[in-house]
């Protein structure tokens, strides 16, 4: 089995399982992609797929048994979760690593919160710390993850990664030939 992620490139401790049995993306990974990239409906199944073979992965297992196969594993024995769609042969591994991926909790103190906007308002109050609001919302990131600003650092990071394109004369964006 692959001993590297090929999507973020770090050592795999802790793999994504799905049926087809290919291990090449790690647990964090694949729960970011499950949990933050989620297209599912109501009236839709959720649209996830190996990010080896890009066969339909309803769930996967994560688990850190490297080698064992798919079918040996006994899903009524593991402990599932909804909203990643997946089964975890440890839910140690849940409780201490993915868990808190979600979690609305400040990463500069042990304060944690119901809602986003919360959390938002306890780093500006507390901290003098922002969020880019182009990045909380386009970016594939937990919030434990998305970079935090000083006012000036979030000022000039917006006008260098927010601004608008050049327009010419005449009106349409500029392109470089």
Known sequence: ???????????ITIVSL???NH??????CSFRQRVLFDQTSPN???AHFCAYC???Q???????????????FKLQTLFYDKASHAYFDDKNLWHTKLKKLVKQQCTLCPAGFKTTKKL????????????CDDCVNQRQLFLCEQPLYTSVQLHEHKAQAHAPPPT??????ATDH
């Not at 089995?1 to 770090?10: W, Y």
């Open 1 to 11: 089995p692959p001993t590297v992620c090929m999507t973020c490139q770090q050592p």
């Open 18 to 20: 799905g049926s087809c």
């Open 23 to 28: 291990r090449a993306v790690c647990a964090v």
């Open 44 to 46: 839709r199944p959720a």
């Open 54 to 56: 890009k066969c339909p």
């Open 58 to 72: 309803s769930f996967v297992i994560f688990t850190s048994q490297l080698t064992k196969p798919f079918h040996e």
């Open 120 to 131: 938002r308002e306890h780093l500006a109050a507390n901290h003098q710390m922002f969020m």
């Open 168 to 173: 010419t004369a005449s009106g349409p964006p």
